[in-house]
């Protein structure tokens, strides 16, 4: 009988990869969430796991994941590593029995978020995903807009992202992880693009067809450091994107626009949490929201209702899967 099967009435996590995410997005949310709790934590750097505990009040660490894992005291695991881990970690943890919870994006692969899709439905585990845009008032707040026909039929979507250079990239790009594609599996757009892709998705459906050209203009990484990309909802919406991680300060840009018969509505993803209305019958709305003091609180709380048989959660290993196809696909040909 595994974890799921078994009736939980506390979930008490259990973190492999404590670095910065844990510190205040997510891992807080964990001991704040009713009938949730963090058992254990586990980081390489064992010295870095027991700073983590002390500071969090966590009472067990480990610098080895199996040994998390195999904690009596654990009964669900939250998988924080980068990309290029996970799949070695879900498939340990769905073997013991484990709900999972996944960083972002869900894998390096496609095939990879297959695999880990597989080995949880062969446990019979739950597998969700860190897609916490999907639970944020002001993003369920377009959503609600999008259902009421406030802008009539959607026929366009289009997504402009320009950052300048990462200070990261400038200081030691050897040392960043998130532009080696061994480790992440791809740059910037693997890590920025697949949160407004999954918005997306959660917002009008699925897409269906995607065609991308990727390239590295700056080459300071081995990651494309610019993508641009067409694509289509399975509903019919027709999308475009374009992604420069390498342009001015003066030129950058954080906009989604979604475009229909009787209006628009544009948002930021990153740079603020405005989102914009504008009609011809009723003109322009602008509204302003609050975030969460843990920005992954209303999704794990969603995820840990989940668990408990109690709701269901809208970011699952299905669903984030698709975010990491339509990556590759827009960035095949430089892969």
Same mark, same amino acid.
């Given at each position: ?228 990309? =067409?694509?289509?909802?399975?509903? /019919?919406?027709?999308?475009?994107? @374009?992604?420069?991680?390498?342009? %001015?300060? &003066?030129?950058? !840009? ?48 969603? =995820?840990?209702?989940?668990?408990? /048989?109690?709701?269901?959660?809208? @970011?699952?290993?299905?669903?984030? %899967?698709? &975010?990491?196809? !339509? ?9």
């Amino acid at each position: 009988m595994n974890m799921v099967q078994k009736k939980l009435g506390t979930i008490k996590w259990g973190i492999i990869g404590v670095g910065d995410v844990c510190e205040k997005k997510s891992a807080p949310a964990m001991q704040k969430i009713p009938n949730s709790t963090i058992a254990a934590v586990m980081r390489r750097d064992g010295e870095k796991a027991r700073d983590y505990a002390a500071r969090h009040q966590i009472d067990t660490w480990y610098e080895d994941a199996d040994q998390l894992i195999q904690d009596p005291n654990v009964n669900a695991v939250y998988i924080a590593t980068p990309p290029y881990a996970r799949l070695n970690y879900v498939q340990k943890a769905a073997e013991a029995g484990m709900p999972i919870y996944v960083e972002k994006p869900m894998a390096r692969t496609h095939e990879e978020c297959l695999q880990m899709i597989e080995a949880c439905k062969q446990a019979q585990v739950p597998l969700f995903v860190a897609y916490y845009r999907r639970m944020l008032p002001n993003f369920l707040k377009v959503k609600s807009w999008l259902l009421e026909g406030a802008i009539g039929e959607i026929r366009h979507v289009q997504v402009t992202m320009r950052q300048p250079i990462h200070p990261d990239v400038v200081a030691n790009s050897q040392d960043n992880w998130r532009v080696d594609p061994k480790i992440s599996g791809g740059g910037y757009f693997y890590d920025l693009a697949s949160h407004q892709l999954d918005l997306l998705d959660f917002l009008l459906g699925p897409i269906g067809l995607v065609k991308g050209l990727a390239k590295n203009q700056a080459g300071l990484y081995p990651a494309e450091d610019i993508v641009t990309g =067409v694509f289509t909802f399975e509903n /019919g919406i027709i999308g475009t994107g @374009s992604w420069c991680f390498t342009s %001015a300060n &003066t030129s950058k !840009v954080d906009q989604t626009v979604i475009i229909g018969s009787e209006g628009q509505i544009s948002f930021p993803t990153f740079e603020g949490t405005y989102i914009e209305l504008k009609t011809d019958r009723y003109g322009q709305q602008k509204l302003n929201f609050e975030m969460p003091e843990h920005i992954q609180h209303p999704l794990i709380e969603r =995820v840990v209702e989940s668990i408990l /048989g109690r709701g269901d959660c809208p @970011s699952t290993g299905e669903s984030a %899967a698709r &975010t990491n196809w !339509v990556m590759e696909e827009m960035t095949k040909d430089y892969q």
